[in-house]
């Protein structure tokens, strides 16, 4: 009886792959500006936790730091740090930045901006 | 700053490969840069990082000098400390007395970390695992591996741990405990494991350097290679 | 909250405890919703009292934006891995230990 998505002790699955595949450069970034974030006092390990566990059913299909940053996201929210709208404006400001110039257009330009 | 044009181009060059393997391996300094379009929590990270840095609640210089901490910094000191265990007895006494007040003796402080250091014996053998998330004395090991924040490790290893330890090639006689430690909740924990024999007379440089962290959650055992 | 003397040691006093090293104890067989840090699996198994670790904030009221005051006792409970899952493919002797909070505890033998 699960109430937490996250709470999979003892739960049936396969082999575990061996291999470490190590951290791509925006995780180690995300994770270290997590880190700094906690540091400052404004978060805390159980806040963060539990917005990963709220989650629901979208936690199993989640990667690590897409949960992780998810949590960060829906705590800096509840703490007012900035509204959905800031954010939403940052990101597409970040999403406009990575835009290939148009003599360069590819089709990756479209998943970006998607 | 990130997110010029620059930015784009150097994410177009592969990353070098980089060996796979069960062992540690420092983060590879010639991954600065993914390759291929930001994806949406990429974005979101950043945007976050960025409002924090414009409302003054955190510094770019913050958040790099962090992340040198965890490259460089973090990853080699469960090693040491192990290592110290291994030359110094009464070292390790105090380890398994008192994790966090052994770390602060050898200069690592573990602000956030309360560590329980636990010792493999021919008797018993120690695994570490958080089936909850993915607690990880962190400031001592560095960031944790792939599998330890996967789901089949964290399911799997609490209610078959032999099997799992057979999949990274340790097999455990019957006559030998199990005793896995889920860090469900405050504590931190380090395995201490055996000092493999022939290792006389080894510094505490050479004898870290046969340290992994697979070895430190207790999925595998140092042994001096061939 | 932090002072000099908490970065010294990984535990804090706890002179409030409940239980002591070696009771026997039943972790509460409760599913309630929200925030937890005792994992479902073990929740209606018996143990032992490893050790305690101290008194700390319940993470519980933390996760909401609460202080979590007062504090709670955190214990580690040690449990045969035969008595914690039917059909156990390993020894008899293998162990499983974990945190338990003093309010997710119970003395053994304290219900029918």
């Known amino acids: 009886m699960k109430t937490i998505p996250s709470d999979i002790g003892g739960e049936s699955a396969g082999p575990v792959d061996t291999v470490d595949h190590g951290m791509k450069y925006w995780e180690r970034q995300a994770n270290a500006f997590r880190s700094a974030v906690q540091i400052t006092g404004l978060t805390c390990t159980d806040e963060l936790r539990r917005a990963a566990e709220d989650l629901g059913e979208c936690y199993k299909d989640m990667h690590y730091f897409e949960i992780t940053t998810s949590a960060m996201r829906t705590v800096l929210l509840e703490k007012g740090v900035f509204t959905s709208q800031e954010l939403q404006a940052k990101m597409a400001e970040i999403r406009a930045r990575f835009n290939v110039p148009d003599e360069m257009e590819s089709p990756l330009k479209q998943a970006v901006r998607k | 700053m990130s997110g010029t044009l620059h930015d784009y181009y150097s994410r177009s060059h592969p990353d070098h490969d980089h060996a796979h393997d069960h062992e540690h391996e420092p983060p590879n300094p010639a991954n600065e840069h ?11 990270s950043r945007a976050m990082q960025e409002l924090l840095e414009a409302k003054g609640i955190i510094t770019a210089e913050q958040v790099r000098k962090r992340m040198e901490q965890f490259d460089e910094e973090f990853p080699y000191r469960g090693a040491q400390v192990v290592a110290r265990a291994w030359v110094d007895a009464e070292f ?3 380890l398994i007395a008192d994790g966090r007040a052994a770390c602060a003796e050898m200069g690592a402080v573990l602000e956030a970390e309360r560590l329980i250091a636990v010792e493999n014996t021919p008797e018993v053998h120690n695994v570490i695992v958080c089936t909850l998330c993915s607690c990880y004395p962190r400031a001592l090991l560095g960031m944790p591996p792939t599998w330890y924040k996967s789901r089949n490790y964290r399911s799997r290893v609490v209610f078959e741990p032999r099997a799992v330890l057979r999949e990274f090639g340790t097999v455990l006689p019957d006559s030998v405990t199990v005793r896995v430690h889920d860090s469900n909740a405050d504590m931190r924990y380090l395995v201490v494991p055996m000092r493999p024999p022939c290792t006389e007379g ?22 001096v290679p061939d | 909250m932090k002072n000099a003397a908490s970065l010294k040691s990984t535990y804090t006093s706890a002179p409030s405890h409940r239980y002591k ?17 005792t994992p479902q699996y073990i929740r209606g198994k018996q143990g032992v009292i490893e050790r305690i670790c101290g008194a700390y904030p319940n993470p519980e009221e933390l996760a909401y934006g609460f202080d979590g005051l007062p504090e709670k006792v955190l214990y580690r409970v040690r449990f045969a891995q035969n008595h914690v899952w039917s059909g156990y493919a390993g020894p008899a002797h293998d162990l499983i230990e974990m945190e338990i909070f003093e309010h997710w505890l119970e003395p053994a033998g304290a219900h029918s």
């Open chain 2, 92 to 94: 390790k006494k105090r």
């Open chain 2, 34 to 44: 993914d390759h291929g379009p930001p994806g949406e929590y990429e974005i979101m």
């Open chain 2, 202 to 223: 080894w510094s505490e440089e050479r004898l870290a350097g046969l340290i992994s962290r697979d070895m430190l959650v207790g999925m595998t055992v140092p042994k």
């Open chain 3, 21 to 37: 090293v070696g009771d026997k104890v039943v972790v509460k067989r409760s599913f309630p919703p929200g925030h937890r840090r």
